[in-house]
């Protein structure tokens, strides 16, 4: 069974350029997260999809960060624009409906200079 | 406070058992989690233990349960370089599949 895949693995951009992630939750797992990792810290939510639709979005800073998941399969997280403190991995799970654990993908490492 | 501890660094020689801590807050009756997360890698479930068990064993893991502390370990038996990573914890946060991850323990083994 494939797991979690993530893209780019690494991405280096300039503060206030935009950038996307992308993400392909396992084969019929429903719920799809995006958490933030910064260096020295465990992950953060930022955003929680059921299916299409958003869950929990309280920790997304909304002013520059977006996400979608408009088929309920795969998602994309844009930063735009990006920050010096937006350095972190970006880290994709998912799930099965109505379960907790949760499969994570590889991570995209953000650098912002 | 943060919701759920972890001490921040173990260091314990090759073939010795390490035992890694985790204090959490949230006492909604669910599942709590250990993952594992080496260099350049995304988590990898560990472990997981439901909160009406006291004790699981998996291999060389063993995860104790004290839910009226609200303390949960993670054993590893006869220790191997390749445990060399940082673990995390994961319990529940209240609401519907949602988890606060501890901020890690980084543990070393030394051959």
């Known amino acids: 069974e494939a797991g979690v895949a993530q893209s780019p693995r690494y991405k280096i951009i300039e503060k206030r350029q935009s950038v996307a992630f992308w993400c392909n939750p396992i084969s019929g797992h429903a719920t799809l997260y995006w958490y933030q990792q910064i260096l020295g810290q465990g992950p953060k939510l930022l955003i929680q999809?059921?299916?299409?639709?958003?869950?929990?979005d309280s920790q997304l800073p909304k002013d520059r960060f977006s996400a979608e998941r408009l088929k309920g399969v795969d998602s994309t997280l844009k930063i735009q624009p990006a920050k010096l403190e937006d350095s972190a991995v970006y880290l994709c799970a998912s799930s099965f409906k109505g379960a907790e654990t949760q499969y994570f993908g590889p991570g995209t490492r953000l650098l912002v200079l | 406070g943060e919701d759920v501890e972890q001490s921040l660094f173990l260091s314990v020689r090759e073939g010795d058992s390490s035992v890694i801590n985790c204090t959490y807050t949230?006492?909604?009756?669910?599942?709590l989690y250990w993952y594992k997360q080496e260099p350049g890698a995304g988590l990898q479930l560990l472990t997981y233990i439901f909160s009406n068990m006291d004790m699981k064993q998996d291999q060389r893991l063993t995860v104790l349960l004290n839910k009226k502390d609200k303390h949960l370990s993670l054993r590893i038996a006869d220790t191997q370089t390749g445990d060399s990573a940082i673990y995390f914890c994961a319990a529940p946060r209240g609401g519907y599949q949602k988890v606060t991850f501890g901020t890690g323990t980084k543990l070393q083994v030394i051959p």
């Open positions: 949230d006492s909604s009756s669910t599942y």
């Open positions: 999809f059921q299916n299409n639709g958003v869950v929990d």
